[in-house]
């Protein structure tokens, strides 16, 4: 791919914290007790008629206003494309239309929840809102979906098919996935404190939800929050070893070490087994590098490394790692360089990469 | 931004064939592939026709080689079989599949499973086929039934979703990022989609009549189609002669309303004028439109007086292939591309099927009967869906 600065100028995130707070950052942050984090939800009215917002689902709701405060935030009216990612889509709208199939013996069915429950209603009606023309993809890969999602954006405007991207990632928990999500054994069936998850020694994750949208350019904007200097996955390694040493090709692809990381946000569930190779990172290649973890604040869902990658945003911006994220003690110096590591099942790893302006 | 795109192999399974040659045959001989449904388990097998894959689960389980214990879809099944076929014959060896990346493209997932134990899910029962519900675990399943194990992605776009995977998959070749890499999409027939079409009153209880003054719906149907598509770099390595060349493609969006089109078809003429122009083709090349033409009141409306407002006087031959193979969702975009590729290969042009009178409000014209030795050198292939969103591929002549 050409090389062309990305910057992320506008972002917002509705998640189970208070995220959409501009005047604070994590300095409070929001305890859940059990296995489903809800997202805290913004007040709909500010944002959306109320006769649009009473057909909308809540995944729909929450994209349509993250989008609007991230575009305001970034000073573009209108992106030059819109890009998606959900791994299970509107799922709301989707088990209303199942259910209604299933209950009413497929008689009288009205259409608004089936017309809802496509994957790309996001991205459709966020076209139809802001007047978008041009591209509009929705990505849906389990845990890969947002960052395949982001390099698609990247690829857009190193293309040069668009200046403004706009990209987004989110899902949905709904009632019944919930509790198909605690039958195939999942999620933690005596969960706590959601900041007790590492310590929690039991199997399985707690379930979250969430909306967060980035505003990409190729034009720096003083509400600039970070670069995105790189992206890339890594597929089945064979070991630690071969793991690691795409770690330090991407790095060094961008002549940096290591050392010159200021933070790595890992992608700890509370999963023991899916923790592991967070864990052993951290002891050896990351182990003089300050880390972080996050799922304890927005929970586990296919598109939860949007969180991951907002949260980087917001430091590198303010320059300040939030205490509640901290892993280890090593004290941190000026913030340049902050690594994302994803993985799901130790099949696909993705490694974001984010720097200063 | 100059590296070409070819495509190297084709596979198909749908009403109308469980390969490509049987598939060119159907379409030679203007036999349908719509008809009563049959292996879909619904109160309403009676009273709509559709365009099923005349296969049980279990038959096509043995067509695909798997045994009883990899737990899938219907719409993996019939993904695995097309991709298998699209990869035998771009002539790939199993060590080629480690360095091929797949994307795939699906509207419903596993929703053919999930109608039918979402209740057993909750109870806890069946939860073997939980997992496959969400689209990405479709396209997992078809990556390891291949032995793909580098980059694969799911894309998700209602009705266009495998033309944007076909899309996204020449960009990803075109950017460098990939050499090789399987493109296309899957959806099985369901109670879910074919309930949703019906509450919107768009179901045509006949064979549909795409382009037809009376046309009064789409038939649903069912399958899955890929495409290997190969960088320059490795055809000169393999010395392999490509089938076609992906030379165009745009994806653009109507921005006007959820499930209908605007009246002037803007995103449909957008994304056909974009697919030109990135291809460096005036109208007036083009030798044959696929358009996308589902039957509906709407969409062969709008469709068609986009075609107008693109190519004016000068329209090239035209059909929609939908009343063979029934609107096949995020399979249609890459069933169509397969059928924009025989075409070229071809020199064919396939027919509109059941068309008594055109539209009275367009000046153009279907073609309504099978052609053959004809010069088909640039194709377009429309595939428009829910969310505005449309996209057209153009697939070229192989340049001496």
Redesign the interface.
């Known amino acids: 791919m050409k090389t062309t600065n990305i910057y992320i100028n506008g972002m917002a995130c509705i998640s189970p914290q208070e995220s959409l707070d501009k005047s604070q950052f994590l300095e409070v942050a929001i305890e859940h007790t059990g296995n489903q984090l809800s997202c805290i939800e913004p007040k709909y009215k500010d944002f959306i008629p109320p006769m649009q917002a009473r057909r909308m689902s809540r995944i729909l709701k929450m994209c349509n206003v993250a989008a609007q405060i991230s575009l305001k935030d970034a000073g573009v009216e209108k992106p030059d494309a819109i890009e998606i990612a959900t791994g299970l889509g509107c799922m709301a709208d989707s088990e209303k239309f199942l259910k209604s199939i299933i209950d009413n013996g497929e008689e009288m069915l009205t259409p608004t929840a089936f017309i809802q429950s496509t994957h790309n209603t996001i991205g459709g009606q966020l076209a139809l809102a802001l007047g978008v023309n041009n591209q509009n993809f929705t990505f849906s890969h389990n845990d890969l979906s947002f960052e395949h999602a982001l390099l698609d954006s990247l690829m857009l405007i190193r293309e040069n098919e668009a200046r403004n991207v706009l990209l987004g990632g989110a899902d949905e928990i709904t009632e019944n996935t919930h509790i198909i999500k605690e039958k195939l054994g999942l999620l933690k069936m005596n969960a706590g404190s959601n900041f007790d998850i590492l310590t929690d020694e039991t199997s399985g994750t707690i379930e979250g939800e969430g909306a967060s949208f980035f505003v990409l350019s190729p034009d720096k904007a003083n509400s600039c929050y970070g670069k995105l200097t790189d992206l890339s996955f890594g597929y089945k390694p064979t070991d630690m070893a071969d793991l690691e040493k795409g770690i330090i090709k991407l790095l060094s692809k961008h002549n940096l070490k290591i050392e010159d990381l200021s933070l790595v946000i890992s992608g700890y569930n509370g999963d023991q087994q899916n923790d592991e190779i967070f864990k052993t990172l951290g002891a050896r290649l990351f182990k003089s590098t300050p880390q972080a973890y996050y799922k304890h604040l927005c929970g586990d869902y296919m598109t939860s490394s949007a969180f991951s990658l907002w949260l980087a945003a917001r430091i590198m911006k303010e320059q300040k790692i939030p205490k509640i994220i901290n892993l280890n003690e090593i004290g941190q110096g000026p913030i340049n360089h902050i690594f994302i590591h994803n993985q799901a099942s130790n099949n696909n790893h993705s490694f974001i990469l984010l720097s200063k302006c | ?1 100059s590296e070409r795109v070819f495509v190297t192999g084709i596979g198909t399974i749908s009403a109308i064939g469980n390969d490509i040659e049987s598939t060119f045959h159907s379409l030679l001989d203007s036999k349908s592939g719509v008809g009563p449904i049959r292996h879909l388990k ?3 097998s009676n009273d709509f026709v559709a365009g099923e894959v005349n296969h049980s689960n279990e038959e096509l389980r043995m067509m695909a080689g798997l045994s009883e214990d990899f737990i899938c879809t219907r719409t993996a099944l019939l993904g695995i079989i097309a991709a298998r076929e699209a990869v035998k014959n771009a002539g790939l060896s199993n060590l080629d599949m480690e360095t091929t990346g797949l994307i795939s493209a699906t ?1 419903i ?1 596993g ?1 053919d499973k ?2 039918i134990h ?2 057993d ?4 029962d069946n ?1 073997e086929y ?2 496959t ?5 479709n ?2 399943k078809i990556a390891e039934a291949l032995g793909i ?10 009705c266009s979703s495998s033309a ?1 995977a076909i899309m ?1 998959g020449a ?2 070749i ?4 990939l050499d090789r890499v399987v493109v296309g999409g899957t959806d099985a027939l369901s ?2 989609t074919l ?2 079409f ?3 009153m768009i179901l045509d209880k006949e064979p549909c009549k795409p382009f037809d003054e009376n046309r009064k719906g789409l038939n649903l149907g069912e399958g899955a189609a890929y495409l290997v598509l190969e960088s320059a770099n490795a055809i000169d390595l393999t010395g392999k002669t490509p089938l076609c060349e992906v030379t165009g493609y745009a ?9 209908a089109s605007s009246p002037t078809g ?2 449909p003429f ?1 994304s056909m004028k974009r697919a030109l122009e990135k291809a460096g083709l005036s109208p007036g090349d083009i030798s044959y439109i696929n358009a996308h033409g589902t039957g509906t009141d709407n969409n062969d409306m709008t469709e068609g007086l986009a075609i107008q407002r693109l190519f004016g006087e000068y329209v090239p031959k035209f059909s929609s292939t939908k009343a063979f193979t029934g609107h096949t969702l995020g399979a249609a975009g890459a069933i169509e591309a397969i059928i924009s590729i025989l075409a070229i290969m071809n020199g064919f042009v396939p027919p509109s099927l059941n068309i008594k009178t055109p539209v009275s409000d367009h000046y153009i014209r279907p073609q309504k009967e099978a052609l053959l030795n004809q010069v088909i050198e640039h194709v377009l292939s429309n595939s428009f ?5 449309d996209s057209s591929l153009l697939f070229s002549k192989l340049r001496k």
Do not use: V, W
């Open positions: 931004m619904t109160k309403h509207t997932g929703m999930s109608e979402y209740h899910y909750i109870q806890g939860l939980a997992k519900h969400p689209c990405g675990d396209t997992e194990t580098g980059f694969s992605t799911t894309i998700s776009t209602a944007n996204f960009r990803m075109k950017s460098g990022q109670k879910f309930n949703g019906n509450s919107l994806n653009a969006n109507d921005a006007f309303h959820q499930t803007e995103g957008l869906g829910f969310g505005g969103n």
